[in-house]
């Protein structure tokens, strides 16, 4: 029991992994207990498992095994977190579960299974079950297959995808196990009650004897429909619901609903997989099926038949074929042949479904015209295959071609068609069957009725008997008004027996359809149709519109609810109920109406009518209104009354008094009586004749409009309009057309005739009179509020003024909205209302297109205008579009008939020639616009490619393609555009710009939409795809349109198609639909109703209870396009704003009165409050990449207390509109409200930066606008933000630095700088530094330069965490790839620069040579402007300077003696950072002044005069003036010639060659006068450096710009190279250069002399010989031990650097081996310490193995020789120079000399070991050879042109060793000159020699001897003070006991080091140059200083210059 007492303490967890199964079984038992005890499904405990549960399932051993399962059912049933499991679990039970014998093992995990499925994951588990079928062993097979079922049975076919299962079947039928075959069948059956016959066609192919047996069992199974008994998580309403119907114990009619869904649900044609067939026709087929022989036509059909038996057909390309079976049907003589043809069409149509629709339009027609055919097999196959096509396509599509047809002669095709039209009504709904098909189909179909055959007759009548079952009778019955009864009686007997295809339960399952107004096809229908479908359905059933006006938001009128359901009546012509009836009344003689108005007036009244005074009919006239204002409406007899007025003198009265008051009473009678048209007839001649005159004009108006409410404006303008144009009167006819623009503005546009007042319009329009011409066009206006721009087609023919004028009207009316409808309805049912407003849907809506006269084109299209078009050269094929575009431009409007166009249009939309596609593009807009509506059927062909061509890569084309589509779909609506698969096939291609303009498109069209056709949901998953695709636009557009599509699909179902995807996007995903479903806008549905009335006026008295909404609707809805068809194509134009509207609008009244109140509401400590909970964590931290909803959702929370409730709205407002008046309202209230914007301060911030996330301009210019204000307001109110408030807001502002719009940027900047003011501008500084590492380029850059302003301003102090990381980090986008980049980084640097010297490179540390280069040459460029940067910085930064608050001078003071403490400790560091720069740059220029003035400053600093110059100086420790005691001639010289040679020397380095060229001969000059060349002591290694400069500047760009002129580049080479002889011919000059320098003098030489870009220059040779001289000039007179040591390192990184090509190193150690040579006459004046220190150095990075390692044995040589020299010569005393080196003993050189010490003393024997240390070679050849030899080999030395000066240095030492020596002979065969040479040559080194001992002596620098370093260090310090002219890290060559005492290893400092502190002190010797008074300059200065001061006598003698290179080359010769 010991191991038990063991496992039993560990936890469950680990128990459950223990390696003993009893201890996983006690695991698994406590885990089962533990996991049925956890109530919280989120707790963490349940994450400890996660990995564990496939471990439960899988145990080896079957006891654990079976409690493993039972607690990992209870983990998946428990645990949120299960999910995650699903695969590996579900895995585990297929293959180690499902093998088990024990059934137990089975059931559990058979229940995993499905619990996984409850819990939403069916998907998975559907395929690890299927995988599990792939098997070998068939138990597992035979579990998976009775999972499936059981999973089928209980979730039904909703949650079970049936497909994959149904593909897998015939599979198992076929196993050799029975036990899995008979669990199929099971399966089959089970599927069976699901789906029914939809799964015989995939099983039909299964064995016969096992299809009888499933047959036998399929007729056994319960006609009732099944119903899903177990429910996902996310389905327990209906859970709930289904248990409540269990309870009940039966079948409520709820859940019949469900099932009416979930049961037709699969087709079995989606369950079958698409077989391609184009490939496998035969290759022939083309051929063949033109062929002569009927027999080989033939073959080619009976090919095509059996492929397209394949019940389901792949998508492509059909158009050839369908072309040729067309062919064949239409043209075939064989008429077996015409019925295969139909067949195989009606198999294509059957296999493609809706794919085939786009060439249904094409075969109609042909199919139609061959019912000619008598032939019963014939008439069969056609009418198989024309009901076939039907299907695929819609009838409103090709009920052109059926109407077309329709009059044929040919009884046999009318027959036909009426019976191909009943069979297509049985298919339609009654939305699908709107009035505007059903009115021309019945129109035909009456004529058929009517026929004299008999079997057309009959045909007639079944097709309109079915209509009549379909619309219903109220739809139909107005169409039969004329039928007499008999027919009528026949046509409702034909309408008994039929059956439809949707339900035999007809009109009431259409009744019951309607009841919801949005159901799924049917009113997607789009265009004018669209919308009137709704409508219809809308009035089908009385109490039906009922709920459809509460639905749209409009209270049904009061009064009279349903009045519509007793009234039948179809349009205001037959108008029927109590109300209405007078309309019929008939005209009643003059006896009559005299005794009914007798009965009802006073007598006196009658009598007075005709008197001949008139004051009498004035009293008359009087009584009679009285009367009238008295009488009851029932009582009122309106014709008599008005025939009484029309009684002599009638109209003809000649006292306007009189007619006024007359005219009022007939306005009186039509308001107040029941007015008839008869009575309208009598007055409104009458009216018409007064409405022009000037005193009554006003009263016959008012009548007329009375009448026109009385009897319907329609009627009474057509009326109005007639007599005003009938007679001649021109004020009548402008007054009337003036009325009438009023009235249609009162009344609303519905029923008008707009046919008739069009050609009114028209003849008004031609008047003389132009009165009446302004009241047209003003008239024109007005309709087209209302029609649109499809009125202006009516008078395209007019003169071009004309058509100005009215484009002009046009024009002003366009943005306006058709006012709300006033009057005209008040009189009138609910029912009347609606009839009303479906004739104006299709009057207008259609009417105005339809009414225009269309010419057919079809004949026009010719062959060979097709064949144009598709030629094979592209100018014929432009010709032929040019045809095209001409006969379209000519026709105007066109009728659908256009032949073989589309298909040959269609090939030009991927023409190789981009315009020709531009071209068809616009054709295709032109098309749409001829054609109106009728453009639909072209859609599918024609259409779908203009969207691919949205591909393109041209943007023009692009454009283009998307104006096109867009004409388009203005006349067809969407839905044609979404139905089937093609729009979900473009969007599959993985073409960026397709993807990102299809999308775009959506986005902007499915709002509008009020539903989609369900084929939407193909596009789902691409929509995915691209929303992770690698183009960030389509990533963009994809996240835009989603909440689109949500809107139509729903959420579950977007969220469901998510399942396909892998596990990560579908996290994403998700993520991103959650985010979706917050901004999805909700459907347009019934608002688009209600717009459409409104602007229709059928009946605006619905709406007067809610005005405001109604108004909004008006003024919204309608903005964007006035023209109403587009409206209702559109549902709702101006997509879906209306929601948001509405709720403002209502509320609008009462809330304008709390609007008083403070915006912001104080609450103590509450951001205190805030702060604390943040910091606690109890709310998320704002911090985040984007804002998610929680966070927003928090920061409401947070406001609701702090901000008025109506502010807060409109800040959380989805729409930017209202963020925009927030922020107004913010801005308002600022000054007012300063308190309370304070203690909200932390949540405005907060808010802003949300805005800053909204792609909004508008809103983003507004937010800045108040930051600004904000800021300002803070910091006059001296506040400073919080951490909290900073951190949370500054991220956030950074990012919109980015912004690609310059006023943003420039805003956010501003905004940054005021920040400074409110918040340190030290913790500002690491918030911008964070915004340098964005991705956006734009933000980098602007972020290092606020960097650079923020130095600038307020000094190296606010870098954080230290100005060195700072810099670093600054640096560090030097190499960025960006251009704006890098140079705000080197102008930040620059900036810093300028404040803080030569120090910003010692905190920057290293840099890439290219960057360092970049960085010396922005210094350089910035030193040239000749401001200095405080003047810059006050002009820049007016708002910084002047913001600094009072505390910036003790920022600068405090800075400045901070500076000056550090600065010792920089001295010892050898730093070049010295006192001057931390005394601001306004001060630095008199230093020079004050030093040798002795305090006397005369320079003049007028812009300075505002300065504390005592805080500024105080700190700073001025040097005293020191005298330099080197030089003899520096007494005389002014540091003015200091500062000039300064300026000078920085003009070398210059850019521009001549500048370059003037500098250099300015100093050759100087070097050349002996007295003056001292002056450039102290400067030569400034000067080095800067020609070295301007060395690589040649390299790296002059060389390389082809612009150059390469004579250029030579003759700057010549200077350079000149001068630096000249330099190096002054030995004194020359040991001035620092070891640094020299190595870098060295690299830059012999890389020039390797630079085979020079060698192809013309006098390139030339210049390589001139740097030879001159390398070797360097060699001998440059400090020995400066130049030894040089090389040494120079050699080192040479083979250190792999770049460099090995002829580098070679000429390295050639000039070393030249050293070497020269050692015994140099070794005395060598620091040997430092020399061996470097030795030594070089054998540690390269040990004796790495070097024999080289390629070339040279290194090992070279470095031998020089050990084997220099021991030579010291003898044993060279062990004592080994001082420098820290452990001697490891050092490898120690070790080397002493073996070569021992190898020497063995060599020598026994010769004196106190042998002359200088002995040379000749020496020890004197001691072997004759002494002939030697001087023999020392004279031909001479005589060769290389070894001249060797040998005459050799000759000279033999002279002086053997003064006895006798040359005579060797000289005297030579020539005369030849002796002169050696002679003048022996004597020049004697002087050389006795010179260079004298200096050597006089500055005490040998390596024994003492040295007074007085001189050195004096001359140091002075050096140090002339700001940082500090030259070496190492002394020029420091004294021994200096070395000694610094055990510190000195490295060469490299001339890139120097150069820092050269380049500081040239820019201010440039700078005190510029500021010098050269007058003083030239009194103070000796001759030099004038000779380089004033440039005219500095000007380069050019000539000089030449001369002097003739000589360098005339003595290289």
């Known amino acids: 029991m010991g191991d038990d007492s063991e496992w039993m303490k560990l936890p469950i967890d680990q128990k459950c992994e223990h390696k003993l199964w009893k201890a996983r079984l006690n695991g698994y038992e406590e885990a089962l207990k533990l996991f049925q005890k956890i109530d919280d499904e989120k707790s963490p405990e349940w994450s400890k498992y996660l990995g564990l549960i496939k471990k439960f399932v899988t145990d080896s051993n079957a006891v654990a095994q079976l409690k493993g399962l039972e607690a990992a059912l209870a983990y998946v049933e428990n645990a949120h977190v299960a999910g995650k499991t699903t695969g590996e679990v579900a895995s585990g039970v297929v293959n180690k579960v499902f093998n088990q014998p024990k059934a137990r093992a089975k059931e559990l995990g058979e229940d995993i299974c499905l619990m996984y499925i409850e819990i939403e994951k069916g998907e998975a588990i559907q395929e690890e079950l299927l995988k599990g079928l792939d098997n070998k062993n068939p138990k597992i097979i035979v579990a998976c297959i009775e999972t499936l079922r059981k999973a089928l049975s209980e979730f039904g076919s909703k949650i079970i995808s049936l497909k994959p299962i149904i593909k897998v079947l015939p599979k198992l039928f076929e196993s050799r196990e029975k036990a899995v075959r008979d669990e199929a069948k099971l399966l089959a059956v089970e599927i069976y009650r699901w789906i029914r016959d939809a799964l015989r066609p995939p099983l039909q192919n299964i064995n016969s004897v096992q299809l009888k047996e499933l047959e036998e069992e399929w007729i056994k199974v319960s006609s009732a429909a099944p119903k899903q008994t177990r429910f996902l998580r996310s389905q327990q309403e ?115 479904r809706k794919k085939f629709g786009q060439y249904a339009g094409h075969v109609v027609p042909t199919i139609l015209e061959k019912f000619k055919e008598k032939k019963p097999q014939v008439v069969q196959a056609l009418q198989e295959a024309i009901d076939a096509i039907f299907l695929t396509t819609t009838l409103q599509n090709i009920s052109e071609d059926i109407l077309a047809v329709m009059d044929n002669k040919n009884p046999t095709i009318k027959q036909q068609t009426s019976l191909f039209i009943a069979r297509s009504f049985r298919h339609c709904t009654p939305s699908t069957l709107p009035k505007s098909l059903l009115k021309p189909f019945c129109a035909a179909l009456l004529k058929h009725i009517n026929d004299s055959a008999p079997e057309v007759r009959d045909a007639g009548f079944e097709a309109l008997g079915t209509a009549l079952k379909v619309a219903g009778e109220k739809a139909v019955n107005p169409f039969l008004a004329d039928v007499d009864k008999l027919k009528l009686d026949r046509i409702k007997e034909c309408a008994e027996k039929v059956e439809l295809v949707y339900g035999k339960k007809a009109g009431g399952a259409a009744e019951k359809k309607e009841g919801k107004p949005i159901t799924g096809k049917t009113t997607a229908l789009p265009g004018p149709a669209g919308d009137k479908e709704t409508k219809d359905a809308a009035t089908k059933p009385g109490p039906l519109k ?34 209405t009836k007078e309309i019929f009344e008939s005209e009643l003689s003059i006896e009559v109406c005299e005794e009914k108005a007798a009965a009802v007036l006073p007598a006196s009244c009658i009598q007075q009518l005709d008197s001949g005074n008139w004051k009498e009919r004035l009293a008359c006239m009087e009584e009679f209104q009285k009367a009238v204002e008295l009488m009851e409406r029932s009582e009122m007899p309106c014709q008599a009354l008005v025939r009484m007025l029309a009684k002599k003198p009638g109209w003809k009265e000649t006292n306007f008094q009189v007619m006024q008051m007359k005219l009022h009473i007939v306005a009186l009678i039509a308001q107040k009586g029941n007015f008839s048209k008869t009575s309208a007839q009598v007055v409104l001649d009458g009216l018409v004749d007064k409405v022009g005159d000037v005193k009554c004009g006003t009263n016959a108006k008012e009548a007329m409009t009375a009448i026109a409410e009385a009897c319907q404006l329609p009627w009474t303008a057509e009326q109005v309009v007639a007599m005003a144009f009938s007679q001649k009167n021109p004020k009548n006819q402008s007054e009337t057309l003036n009325w009438l623009s009023n009235a249609i503005k009162e009344f609303g546009f519905s029923g008008l005739n707009v046919k008739a007042f069009i050609s009114n319009v028209k003849t008004a329009l031609a008047a003389t009179n132009p009165a009446v011409r302004t009241s047209a066009i003003t008239l024109l206006g007005v309709m087209y509020l209302y029609v649109g721009p499809s009125l202006r087609m009516f008078f395209e023919d007019e003169k071009p003024a004309l058509l100005s004028q009215i484009d002009a009207e046009f024009e002003k009316m366009q943005g306006q909205t058709a006012p ?67 006969i379209i431009n000519e026709a105007k409007f066109i009728q659908p008939n256009i032949g073989e166009l589309p298909a040959a249009l269609k090939g030009r939309l991927n023409d190789s020639n981009k315009i020709l596609v531009q071209q068809t593009l616009s054709i295709l807009q032109q098309l749409a616009t001829a054609m109106g509506p009728n453009i639909k059927q072209y859609v599918k062909n024609l259409g779908i490619p203009v969207i691919t061509v949205l591909g393109d890569s041209k943007n023009n084309v692009r454009a283009a393609a998307l104006a096109t589509v867009n004409a388009w779909a203005e006349q067809t609506g969407m839905k044609e555009w979404l139905e089937g698969e093609d729009l979900s096939e473009e969007l599959k291609k993985e073409n960026p710009f397709l993807r990102q303009e299809l999308l775009g498109w959506l986005a902007e069209k499915l709002p509008a939409l009020r539903s989609v056709p369900s084929d939407l949901l193909l596009c789902v998953p691409h929509l995915y795809s691209c929303l992770e695709d690698r183009n960030g636009d389509v990533r963009k557009k994809a996240q835009d349109a989603l909440p689109f599509f949500m809107m139509h699909l729903g959420f579950e179902k977007m969220a469901k198609a998510t399942g396909k995807l892998k596990p990560t996007s579908k996290d994403q995903v998700l993520a991103m639909l959650e985010k979706a479903k917050a901004n999805m806008p909700a459907k347009p549905a019934p608002p688009a109703k209600a717009c459409s009335r409104v602007v229709g006026g059928a009946a605006p008295a619905k709406f007067q209870p809610a005005s405001a909404f109604a108004d909004d609707l008006g003024s919204n809805t309608m903005e964007s396009k006035p023209d109403l068809k587009k409206a209702k194509a559109g549902g709702l134009s101006s997509k879906t704003k209306v929601q948001g509207k509405k709720v403002v609008s209502k509320p609008n009244l009462k809330e304008d009165d709390d609007k008083s109140g403070p915006v912001f509401i104080i609450v103590p400590n509450g951001k205190e409050q805030r702060m604390r909970e943040e910091k606690a964590l109890k709310v998320l931290k704002w911090n ?94 001296e506040y400073h933000l919080t951490e909290n408030e900073a951190s949370s807001f500054i991220p956030y502002l950074i990012l919109k630095v980015g912004e690609p719009k310059d006023v943003i940027r420039k805003d956010v900047r501003a905004i940054l700088n005021r920040m400074c003011l ?122 910084r300077t002047q913001n600094i608050s009072a505390n910036a001078s003790m920022i600068r003071k405090g800075q400045a003696e901070d500076m000056s403490s550090k600065l010792n400790q920089n001295r010892n560091m050898g730093s070049h950072s010295e006192t001057t720069h931390t005394v601001p740059r306004e001060f630095q220029l008199d230093l020079d002044e004050i030093e040798n003035d002795n305090g006397t400053v005369r320079c003049e600093m007028p812009a300075l005069v505002q300065h504390k110059l005592d805080d500024i100086f105080e700190p700073v420790l001025i040097p005293e003036p020191k005298i330099r005691a080197v030089s003899p001639h520096f007494d005389d010289m002014h540091s003015n010639t200091a500062s000039t040679i300064n300026f000078v020397i920085s003009q070398v380095a210059s850019g521009d060659i001549n500048t ?45 710009d082809e612009k150059l002129d390469k004579d250029e580049i030579v003759r700057l080479y010549s200077c350079i190279i000149g001068s630096m002889i000249t330099l190096f011919q002054i030995e004194s000059l020359a040991r001035e250069a620092s070891t640094g320098v020299l190595k870098d003098l060295m690299h830059g030489l012999i890389t020039l002399m390797l630079d085979s870009r020079v060698e192809d220059l013309e006098e390139g040779e030339q210049v390589i010989r001139s740097v030879n001289l001159l390398v070797v000039k360097v060699l001998e007179k440059s400090d020995q031990t400066n130049i030894l040591s040089a090389l040494l390192v120079l050699l080192q990184d040479s083979l250190l650097a792999t770049a460099n090509s090995p002829k580098f190193s070679e000429l390295v150690m050639k000039c070393l081996w030249r050293m070497v040579r020269l050692l015994p006459e140099t070794i005395n004046s060598i620091n040997l310490d430092r020399i061996l220190l470097d030795i030594h150095i070089f054998m540690k990075v390269f040990p004796k193995e790495k070097l024999k390692q080289c390629k070339s044995e040279f290194p090992i040589r070279t470095l031998k020789t020089l050990l084997h020299t220099l021991c030579k010569l010291k003898g044993p005393k060279i062990l004592d120079h080994l001082t420098m080196i820290d452990n001697k003993n490891e050092s490898e050189l120690e070790a080397h000399l002493c073996r070569l010490m021992k190898h020497t003393m063995d060599q020598s024997g026994k010769a004196d070991k106190d042998t002359e240390k200088g002995a040379s070679r000749i020496e020890e050849k004197a001691s072997k050879a004759k002494v002939n030899d030697i001087l023999a080999e020392i004279f031909k030395k001479i005589g060769s042109k290389e070894n001249t000066k060797e040998g005459l240095a050799e000759l000279y030492e033999y002279k002086k060793k053997y003064s006895d020596a006798d040359i005579e002979p060797f000289l005297k065969n030579s020539s005369q000159f030849f002796q002169s040479y050696v002679e003048r040559g022996l004597r020049l080194i004697e002087t050389e020699r006795e010179g260079k001992g004298r200096i050597a002596t006089s500055t005490g620098n040998t390596n024994g001897e003492e040295v007074g370093p007085s001189v050195y260090l004096e001359r140091l310090k002075i050096l140090r003070q002339r700001c940082g002219l500090d030259n070496a890290k190492q002394e020029d060559r420091p004294p021994l006991t200096s070395l000694l005492s610094k055990p510190a290893l000195p490295t060469v400092a490299s001339s890139t080091d120097m150069l820092h502190s050269k380049l500081s002190q040239l820019r201010e010797s440039r ?22 001061a004033s440039p005219s006598s500095a000007a380069a003698n050019i000539d000089d210059l030449k001369k002097r290179l003739e000589r360098i080359k005339s003595s290289r010769k």
């Open 1967 to 1988: 700078e005190q140059y510029q500021h010098l008074d050269l007058d003083s300059n030239q009194t103070h200065s000796s001759g030099i200083g004038t000779t380089l």
């Open 1556 to 1600: 370059s060229i003037q500098a250099l001969t300015q100093i050759d000059e100087v070097l050349k006068q002996e007295d003056k060349a001292e002056a450039m002591s102290g400067h030569i290694d400034q000067f080095l450096i800067a020609t070295l400069m301007q060395l690589r500047l040649i390299y790296n760009t002059h060389m390389a």
């Open 238 to 352: 209906l859970k709930a619901k289904f248990e409540q119907q269990q309870g009940l114990g039966g079948d409520a009619d709820g859940g019949d609903d469900d099932e009416e869904e979930a049961v037709p649900q699969v087709d079995a044609y989606e369950l079958l997989e698409a077989v391609e067939i184009l490939s496998k026709l035969p290759k022939d087929f083309y051929e063949k099926i033109e062929a002569k022989k009927w027999q080989e036509r033939k073959e080619a059909l009976e090919a095509v038949e059996l492929l397209v038996k394949n019940p389901k057909l792949e998508s492509g390309d059909y158009a050839d074929l369908v072309k040729a079976l067309k062919k064949v049907v239409g043209k075939d003589t064989n008429v077996m042949l015409v019925a295969l043809a139909a067949k195989c069409l009606a198999g294509l149509a059957t296999g493609l």
């Open 1184 to 1277: 985040f990449t984007t804002p998610r909803d929680e966070y927003i959702e928090q920061l409401k929370t947070q406001m609701s207390t702090c901000v008025a409730k109506w502010l807060q709205d409109e800040m959380f407002h989805a729409d930017f509109q209202h963020h925009n008046k927030a922020l107004t309202v913010m801005i308002e209230h600022l000054e007012s409200e300063k308190d309370g914007v304070i203690s909200c301060l932390d949540l405005i911030l907060k808010w802003l930066t949300l805005r800053f996330f909204d792609t909004n301009t508008s809103v983003l210019m507004k937010a800045l606008e108040y930051l600004k204000l904000l800021f300002n307001l803070l910091s006059q109110e």
């Open 820 to 886: 709300a409808p006033t009057r005209g309805i008040s009189r009138h049912s609910v029912g009347g209302g609606d009839d009303g407003e479906e004739e104006e849907q299709e009057e207008v809506g259609n009417d105005v297109v339809d009414l225009l006269p269309r010419t057919d084109i079809g004949d026009k299209i010719t062959a060979e205008l097709v064949s144009k078009i598709g030629d094979k050269n592209w100018k014929i094929r432009k010709e032929g579009l040019d045809e095209v575009t001409s």
């Open 546 to 579: 009922k709920t459809s006006a509460v639905k749209a938001g409009v209270p049904p009128k009061k009064g009279k609810p349903a009045t519509a359901a007793g009234t039948g009546g179809a349009g205001p012509k037959s108008k029927k109920g109590p109300e």
């Open 1318 to 1439: 409110i918040y340190p501008a030290s913790k500002m500084f690491p918030f911008i530094m964070e915004g340098t590492k964005s991705k956006n380029s734009k933000q980098r850059a602007e972020c290092l330069e606020e960097l650079g302003c923020l130095v600038e301003s307020y000094g190296m102090n606010v870098c954080q965490p230290t100005p060195g990381k700072a810099l670093k980090e600054m640096a560090t986008h030097i190499g960025d790839r960006d251009n704006t980049v890098r140079n705000a980084a080197l102008n930040t640097i620059v900036t810093v620069y300028n404040v803080h010297g030569d120090q910003v490179f010692k905190l920057i540390g290293n840099l890439s040579e290219k960057d360092m280069s970049m960085l010396e040459e922005r210094i350089k460029r910035s030193a040239k402007r000749p401001s200095s940067a405080p003047v810059r910085q006050a002009e820049e930064k007016p708002q």
